[in-house]
């Protein structure tokens, strides 16, 4: 599980905490990278682009997420979504690990081919200011990175969850509590 | 003299011979030749973090949401913005993190858009921007580009646009399969672009 919020007080750590309990109620063992506790660097540097086609992590500090990423069967992701998409540090995360030799490789035919087949769900928790309406028009980057970008690296019939709440800039708290509810009962629910 | 429109280019590769550092000279011939004066932004080598701060996401929804002098700097340079220019390759379908995180901490309430204090919706803050341009190349093909939706492009081309005003042009230099691309198909983009944007 990534959990991506600079704020430990945000409703977005809420989410966490609930998708965790409800991960371990359906008996998963979880493993929870916080990228901003863990003060994880999102820019990818000069010398990681400079041998991205070699294959594995070029700075060691990255070795711990890879191992991660091969540990799992299931892969969820938690963070509010900004202009349409994961934050800058969430995206840095996939820049910086998602690397060849981690989550792809370069076959003869020189195609990529996936390299992450240990995952075997992908599930996104999100919360969105605008509604749905606003986020449609606007292509919904984030959830197609995420469920066709991330998502092409993973098994091949991976399944998907995606968990999302609209225009919480206009929720009550009624409404953050059965979107609270309603991510626990969907993790509870994995068998 | 006349105020000439200013053109913000703001570029994203850490790799200074870069095909995205080549992009964005292209760009800025063509600006210039369109009679603008262009202020280019090089994310990585002016240091710019990527990341929202603790103190950024607390002070978000408050009378003052930037507490960062650079990020103060690129506010103000948008404000004067006639058009905004942005150079980057896609990873994983979008922009760097670093760009990203540009968007993420520059376009805050009152320089990317507005809470309406009425009904509480966005308002676009935009509304000087007149031309968003995105230039990006891509390792796949348009193809597989196309199937994974191009998010990144939609995110300027939709989300950011949004946030202008209505009459806002935006316009698309996609470059794909560069993993594959001969120098004569690179040349041939930059010249598309020194082209298309000294006719902006």
């Not at chain 1, 008996?27 to 540097?45: K, M, N, Q």
């Not at chain 1, 200011?129 to 995420?146: C, D, H, I, M, W």
């Not at chain 2, 058009?83 to 922009?95: A, R």
Request: net charge positive; glycine share 8%; aromatic share 10%.
């Amino acid at each position: 599980m990534v959990y991506c919020h600079p704020d430990p007080e945000s409703f977005a750590s809420a989410a966490r905490d609930h998708t965790v309990t409800g991960l371990k109620a359906s008996g998963h063992e979880v493993r929870l990278i916080d990228l901003y506790s863990e003060s994880f660097e999102p820019a990818l540097t000069a010398e990681e682009r400079r041998t991205h086609r070699d294959p594995g992590v070029s700075d060691p500090t990255l070795q711990g997420y890879t191992d991660d990423l091969r540990w799992a069967d299931s892969l969820v992701l938690v963070y509010p979504t900004w202009w349409s998409g994961q934050p800058a540090m969430l995206k840095g995360w996939f820049d910086r690990v998602w690397v060849a030799g981690v989550a792809w490789d370069v076959n003869r035919r020189n195609r990529l081919s996936p390299r992450l087949r240990n995952i075997r769900r992908l599930a996104v928790v999100t919360t969105h200011g605008s509604p749905k309406l606003v986020n449609a028009l606007q292509g919904e980057g984030g959830k197609r990175l995420a469920m066709r970008s991330i998502r092409s690296m993973c098994w091949w019939r991976a399944r998907t969850t995606w968990c999302a709440m609209y225009d919480i800039d206009h929720a009550d708290e009624a409404d953050r509590a059965a979107f609270l509810e309603r991510v626990e009962r969907t993790f509870a629910g994995w068998g | 003299m006349a105020d000439r429109p200013r053109a913000l280019v703001l570029v994203a590769h850490p790799c200074p011979d870069s095909f995205t550092h080549a992009s964005a000279g292209a760009a800025v011939a063509g600006l210039r030749r369109s009679g603008r004066d262009v202020n280019v932004v090089d994310l990585y080598a002016s240091g710019f973090r990527a990341a929202m701060s603790l103190e950024e996401r607390r002070a978000y929804h408050g009378p003052d949401p930037i507490v960062d002098p650079q990020v103060a700097e690129q506010a103000r340079l948008v404000k004067e913005a006639e058009s905004i220019v942005f150079v980057y390759p896609t990873w994983w379908s979008g922009q760097p993190a670093i760009l990203k995180g540009w968007l993420d901490r520059v376009m805050v309430p009152d320089v990317g858009f507005r809470f309406d204090e009425r009904t509480g919706n966005v308002r676009p803050g935009l509304t000087n921007v007149r031309h968003i341009v995105g230039i990006s190349s891509a390792g796949s093909s348009r193809l597989v580009v196309g199937l994974i939706n191009d998010n990144g492009r939609r995110t300027l081309t939709r989300t950011l646009r949004m946030a202008c005003g209505w009459r806002t042009r935006v316009r698309w230099y996609g470059m794909y399969a560069m993993d594959r691309a001969a120098d004569e198909k690179r040349r041939r983009f930059l010249d598309r672009v020194e082209r298309g944007l000294a006719r902006l």
